[in-house]
């Protein structure tokens, strides 16, 4: 058994974007040559500031598009929670001072 491979339940989690590579491969009896370029799906992602492409050839797409979506909404709910800490800070620090002046 790999240990590599994730368990069902814990599901993809992705950072980046789903894209689609188009290219012509060059050769001249292919159909790319005149017509449509090959077109491979990939994830396009960042690591330090650099993107970096994973091509996805075999993997199921909906999936990856679920990862995507899941790891855009963890991080839309931890800018939520960033955001009302903020504010929280804010509050005990003007109660702070408020009791200070008195
Ligand atoms: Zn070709």
């Known amino acids: 058994m790999s240990t590599s491979r994730r368990s069902a339940e814990e599901p993809l989690v992705l950072r980046g974007s789903l894209i689609v590579l188009r ?13 449509d370029p090959h077109e491979t799906p990939a994830l396009s992602y960042s690591v330090e500031g650099r ?9 199921e797409l909906s999936e990856v598009q679920a990862a995507i ?10 800018e939520r929670q960033a955001r009302a800490s903020i504010e929280a800070l804010r509050a005990r620090r003007a109660e702070t001072k408020a009791g200070r002046r008195r």
């Open 69 to 78: 979506a899941r790891y855009e909404a963890a991080r839309g709910e931890l």
């Open 23 to 35: 290219r012509r491969c060059g050769k001249p009896g292919c159909h790319c040559a005149t017509g």
């Open 51 to 59: 993107t970096r492409m994973l091509t996805l050839g075999g993997v």
